[in-house]
């Protein structure tokens, strides 16, 4: 399964484009729509600055490989792009050992799954609201 216009989208819509490179939240130096590794594998610089297409190659070949990594799922695609998009902002080590992860694997209908994604709405360990709005909207397209 391949990740649709839908997870791009949704990644977008949370992660906004910037085109310097900047700390996130937790201190991460991130660029572009959350990239913080470059394709090369060396992570971004405080200074470093790309173009908008460069934002766009890097998201979409960062999403490709995520996608992939994940392995497959008993999902359809509106799951299949929620999960994704988790996994864009927590990591593939998080999700992969993540109850999040085991609940879809057992039934990826279980009602319980939405509340599984509002568990990752910290930072720091503190409650952000910004991924509590992210969580909420990946719940939603997950069970859409």
């Known amino acids: 399964m391949q990740p649709s ?8 819509k949370f992660e906004g484009l ?6 996130d939240s937790v201190n ?12 090369d594998g060396s992570k971004p610089k405080i200074g470093d600055t790309i173009v908008s297409a460069q934002a766009e190659e890097y ?12 392995g497959i799922l008993p999902v359809n695609q509106n799951q299949f792009d929620a999960l994704v ?17 085991k609940k879809v694997i057992a039934n990826a209908n279980d009602p319980e ?12 360990g503190q409650v952000l609201n910004g991924l ?3 969580r909420e909207a990946e ?3 997950y069970f859409s």
Not at 5 to 12: A, E, V
């Open 28 to 39: 991460v130096v991130t660029i572009g729509w959350g990239t913080t590794m470059y394709p």
């Open 85 to 101: 998009c988790f996994c864009y902002n927590v990591g593939l080590g998080a999700f992969n050992k993540s109850t999040l992860r």
């Open 59 to 70: 998201l979409i070949g960062d999403v490709k490989r995520r996608s992939a990594a994940m």
């Open 18 to 23: 910037r085109l310097n490179a900047y700390h």
């Open 113 to 124: 799954i939405a509340a599984q994604f509002m568990r990752w709405n910290k930072a720091g």
């Open 5 to 12: 216009q839908n997870c791009i989208d949704l990644i977008k």
């Open 132 to 134: 509590t709005k992210r």
């Open 139 to 141: 719940a939603d397209l």
